[in-house]
């Protein structure tokens, strides 16, 4: 995905920093928060705010609250879900859960929770 093309096509002005924001979010693995970000980045914390909102409105990215009361941030990309650990509090992107149909309603994220790989893993050994 070109960035200066996205921002076109969505007739925003191409700013450093918006620029900046996208190529974090394009390269990031996993959705990401502003603390995620807050050291990678040459802008404030209204400044971050102010572009991701406008980011969601123009469905450039997407967000999500988690566990943690942090808000998360990713590319908008095709309907996937998303797994929140209750113990570790990491997040994943699910690519395997794509197809969640409810008669009548569009679905957009689904965010499920439970006990990732690595937590069920130590949680299962004996002590």
């Not at 974090?24 to 928060?33: C, G, H, I």
């Not at 808000?71 to 929140?84: K, N, W």
């Amino acid at each position: 995905m070109q960035i200066e093309k996205l921002i076109e096509e969505k007739k925003l002005k191409l700013t450093s920093a918006r620029k900046e924001l996208l190529e974090l979010f394009l390269n990031a693995q996993r959705p990401l928060s502003y603390e995620d970000v807050k050291d990678k980045i040459s802008m404030d914390k209204a400044t971050f705010y102010r572009n991701v909102s406008r980011f969601e409105e123009e469905s450039i990215v997407n967000s999500f609250e988690s566990n943690d009361k942090k808000r998360y941030y990713g590319i908008y990309a095709s309907a996937h879900a998303h797994f929140i650990c209750h113990i570790c509090s990491s997040i994943e992107c699910m690519k395997t859960v794509t197809n969640v149909k409810v008669d009548g309603y569009k679905i957009e994220d689904v965010i499920l929770k439970g006990i990732c790989k690595k937590c069920n893993q130590t949680e299962s050994k004996p002590s």
